[in-house]
């Protein structure tokens, strides 16, 4: 018997640092912000989620992430905002590190990126705290996480950066019973178009097909707009291997 379970576990009340009256909580995608808001929601902290991703390509891919992200929001009542998508300056931070792995050089830029674009809203908007969903996901380094994100908040004096660990006490488990039960669209690269360009010749050296984008759900098998709060998203009319 699982003590971590969604329908057994007992959360505790989280304390946010100092600062913490006003959570600004930048989100990558709705599979990753399904535990966190879960658990800033139980806990009753003040939170707004900033989406801001620019990295993710190409942008129908990029729609589809926003809509399960505003979807899964409207279902708690967290306010949604919708950042940027200004890819022209995400492409000149990232010149010349097109050919990194994931987890080096280019993912400090880009998360350096998204995380200061969260600091400047939060110090302009009276948030006193920051952090993000993208520390809970299994395939990204929490450490360089946490790094840009204390880099961004040390820029403005009233803002700081929460290094929680989401993995722990099941976290990492809770997230994928949430994805199953929202039936999230299941994103198969990081985001950008060179960790999509890597995972399909990764896919293809192992005698695998190319991804195939906005046809795989948690928990289900081919693209449908069935689940409710779904079929009203244009992104979501289609698949591309584009
Ligand atoms: S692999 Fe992911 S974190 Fe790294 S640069 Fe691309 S989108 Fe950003």
């Given amino acids: 018997m699982n003590p971590y379970s969604l329908d057994r576990y007992q959360r505790p009340e989280l304390e946010p640092p100092e600062g913490g009256e006003r959570l600004l909580m930048h989100s990558c995608c709705a599979p990753c912000a399904g535990e966190v808001l879960a658990a800033v929601k139980a806990s009753g902290i003040d939170t707004t989620v900033y989406f801001y991703n620019p990295n993710i390509h190409p942008v129908k891919e990029y729609e589809m992430r926003k809509a399960e992200d505003i979807r899964y929001c409207q279902e708690l009542g967290i306010p949604h905002i919708d950042g940027d998508y200004d890819t022209d300056n995400w492409f000149d931070r990232i010149r010349g590190l097109e050919n990194e792995p994931e987890r080096g050089r280019r993912c400090t830029v880009c998360f350096d990126m998204r995380f200061e674009r969260t600091a400047l809203y939060a110090a302009e908007h009276g948030y006193g705290l920051i952090s993000s969903t993208l520390g809970i996901s299994r395939w990204k380094n929490m450490a360089q996480i946490n ?3 204390v880099r961004a908040a040390s820029r403005y004096p009233d803002v700081r950066y929460w290094t929680l660990n989401w993995r722990k006490q099941g976290g990492s488990q809770r997230m994928i019973e949430i994805a199953k039960r929202e039936s999230f669209y299941q994103q198969e690269y990081c985001g950008c178009v060179y960790s999509l360009r890597d995972t399909n010749r990764h896919r293809q050296a192992s005698g695998r097909e190319r ?5 795989k759900f948690y928990g289900r098998d081919a693209l449908t ?3 409710p709060g779904r079929g009203e998203y244009p992104a979501f009319k289609g698949s591309s291997n584009s």
């Fill in 147 to 149: 790094q840009s994100g």
């Fill in 211 to 215: 991804i195939q984008k906005g046809i």
């Fill in 225 to 227: 707009s069935d689940i």
